[in-house]
């Protein structure tokens, strides 16, 4: 039969297991560090990142996040702590320490988080790239998208991964060339061949991902992902039985099939120059009868 375990031995295990957490802070997914939590503001109670200040009513938090350690309460009698509290327990705005002008969230007091947190802070560079807005600009949290890797807001985040495997061409050809591209690229939306994917006098490290030559982001096999190409939904490639737009000189409507190109009734129109012109000569037929009948009524008279 095992031994059972002891409080103080769960609780060594425990610690030793946040203690591997914080050294492996550097590889761990943006939505888990503390700078990028999910909070609930005290007074509107509308969830929201973690910051210092509430992004629609402004209110302080009671009980701040530090967002390099993620702590609520500091515990460190003998600590690095900038401010000494010796013989108590620190929370709310006696724990903080500063703001960090990245993640608009509290750091602590201790002198490592001061230090360490504004050169490392994940979201330096998190402004969103389907609306560019920055994390000062909206108060959703920051995510990253799982193919092209580049940051985005909670408002876009499965639009845009929705639409992300689609290249900018309307074929899988590389290109440099009219071979089928191997390799894409999700950042650049484009594909290489196996002959122009790798750059002359460029030293590539064996049994890891070929960057891109445009971009240098780690490109993919084109039949690993569900890539699909650009597609257009007007002009030539509409599919559309009936065509309804709209013009300065009112809206306008015709028949896919009927025209030119199925540009509306253009070219219906234009057949009808016959009797357009048939119409102008029974016209001008007219006025020369009624001319020679007003000079045989003048010679009379005379």
């Given at each position: 039969m095992p031994k059972k375990k002891s409080g103080a031995r769960k609780k060594a295990e425990k610690q030793r297991e946040r203690q591997k957490d914080i050294r492996t802070l550097g590889n761990r997914d943006i939505?888990?560090?503390?700078?990028?939590?999910?909070?609930?503001?005290?007074?509107?109670?509308?969830?929201?990142?973690?910051?210092?200040?509430?992004?629609?009513?402004?209110?302080?938090?009671?009980?701040?996040?530090?967002?390099?350690?993620?702590?609520q309460k500091c515990m460190q009698k003998t600590g690095d702590c900038v401010v000494k509290h010796p013989g108590q327990y620190t929370t709310g705005l006696a724990m903080v320490g500063a703001i960090c002008d990245f993640c608009e969230a509290w750091v602590c007091h201790g002198r490592k988080c001061l230090t360490t947190h504004a050169c490392a802070c994940p979201l330096i560079d998190?402004?969103?790239?389907?609306?560019?807005?920055?994390?000062?600009?909206?108060?959703?949290?920051?995510f990253k998208c799982c193919f092209c890797n580049n940051f985005l807001c909670e408002d876009d985040q499965f639009e845009h991964q929705a639409k992300c495997q689609v290249l900018d061409a309307e074929n899988y050809k590389c290109l440099s060339c009219n071979k089928l591209g191997q390799y894409s690229c999700l950042r650049c939306k484009c594909c290489y061949c196996d002959d122009h994917v790798r750059r002359k006098g460029f030293k590539y490290d064996k049994n890891q991902a070929i960057p891109c030559p445009k971009c240098g982001f780690d490109m993919q096999d084109t039949k690993d992902l569900s890539m699909s190409t650009r597609s257009y939904d007007y002009g030539r490639q509409a599919g559309a039985p009936e065509l309804e737009y709209a013009s300065p000189w009112g809206s306008v409507a015709g028949e896919a099939s009927g025209g030119y190109s199925g540009y509306g009734n253009y070219g219906s129109t234009?057949?009808?120059?016959?009797?357009?012109?048939?119409?102008?000569?029974?016209?001008?037929?007219?006025?020369?009868?009624?001319?020679?009948?007003?000079?045989?009524?003048?010679?009379?008279?005379?």
């Open positions: 939505t888990t560090r503390p700078c990028n939590f999910s909070m609930e503001c005290d007074k509107c109670k509308r969830r929201q990142k973690n910051r210092a200040f509430c992004y629609f009513c402004d209110y302080v938090q009671r009980l701040p996040v530090c967002a390099q350690c993620g702590k998190g402004t969103c790239t389907e609306c560019e807005r920055s994390v000062w600009e909206h108060g959703g949290r920051v234009a057949c009808n120059d016959d009797d357009d012109d048939e119409d102008y000569n029974e016209a001008s037929d007219d006025s020369e009868e009624e001319s020679d009948e007003e000079e045989e009524e003048e010679n009379d008279k005379k």
